[in-house]
């Protein structure tokens, strides 16, 4: 994942998949997190918004990576199926429940059309 622009309370990355630009919204503590972070550990690196786990090479960690290693590994310690989709499609789901507009997440998700789990969430929540 490249960082791009970190801007007002926003971040845009380049992913992999599709190498598609993504511009998501920050929290002020969240933005103010990364700020510190990219000035006093990561330093000005490659580009990469996280480096691999020696700081060195290349490449950055992949999404994939971060959903396979580091997540899994918080989730073994807490003893919970967590995976990055979970995180992914709870996020979506507690935006729906919070009056976000579904347009508007559909755009953070990057996707045109609602996914299933978010259509059930609408048929649910309609009835």
Known sequence: ??????????????GTQKRQERVVPLEISAKEALERYLKEVRGRGQGY?????????????????????VLKEYADQLDLPVTSKTLR??????????GVDIQ??????GVKDPPLYMTSWIQQSQS
Not at 1 to 14: G, I
Not at 104 to 109: D, F, I
């Open 1 to 14: 994942m490249r960082l791009y622009t970190l801007e007002k309370n926003t971040v845009a990355v380049k």
């Open 49 to 69: 918004l996280f480096l691999n786990f020696t700081g060195r090479g290349s490449k950055g960690i992949s999404d994939k990576s971060v959903g396979r290693d």
């Open 89 to 98: 499609n709870s996020r979506a789901i507690h935006l729906l429940e919070s």
């Open 104 to 109: 508007g997440v559909l755009r953070l998700l």
